[in-house]
């Protein structure tokens, strides 16, 4: 049964961890702007704030900038993450969000520009693009471990980190395919994320897999040929 008021639809959005656009309340939130401010208004009072972004296709609850202090600045280290995760769970977090978020956004606003210019739903807002078909792709686990297994502590630890965070709601594990969990496109911020990995050290790596990887194909085609 769905919630009828912002109290009840926070404690089910609490309850659950995250929420699909699908849901009933959730389209409620995305077009009825005074339950929207009343619902921030009670999540920001508590410190949290409203996870979404236009093409994500869950809504979830994160820490408000206020109170990361509070949270992640308890004991003699800044703490990077409230979900247990060790460096390398960041790091392969971060990586995965590379590999299939960015990807994913760039299709989505390419494909988002070609749409006719102004289009926009009954209520001024700019349609965004479709997900179906972006849910459909995923980073093969094999081709995970080949490519930056010994980046990441070898096979054993990758086989130890994937289950933890298909747990958390990261990703999703299909016949040995990493598929988009329901939280990894709410993880980060796209516009602060992406120029870091774009322009900074993954850039390279990335870039160097990406060559190798295309050098097998060529390599391939060259025996078939």
Known sequence: MNANTPAEFIA??????????????????????????D?????AAAGLRLLDNPFAGHIAVGLAAS???AVFGRGDTWLSNNAGLNRDGVALLILLWALIILPKRERQLSRD???DEGQTDLFGNKQTAPLRDDATRGVPENVLLEDYGKLL?????LQFLLPVL?????IERRNKVLHEGPLLDLAFDYTELA??????????VLVAVNSKNEAKTASTAA???
């Open 39 to 43: 619902i921030e208004h009670r999540l």
């Open 67 to 69: 109170a990361e202090n």
């Open 12 to 37: 089910r959005l609490l309850a659950q961890r995250w929420l699909p656009k699908s849901d009933a309340e959730v389209r409620r939130l995305l077009i009825d702007e005074s339950f929207r401010q």
């Open 166 to 170: 298909s747990r958390l709601g990261f």
């Open 153 to 157: 502590g070898g096979k054993a630890r």
């Open 113 to 115: 520009a070609t749409t």
């Open 223 to 225: 025996g078939d040929a």
């Open 195 to 204: 120029p870091r990995i774009l322009d900074g050290a993954l850039a390279d």
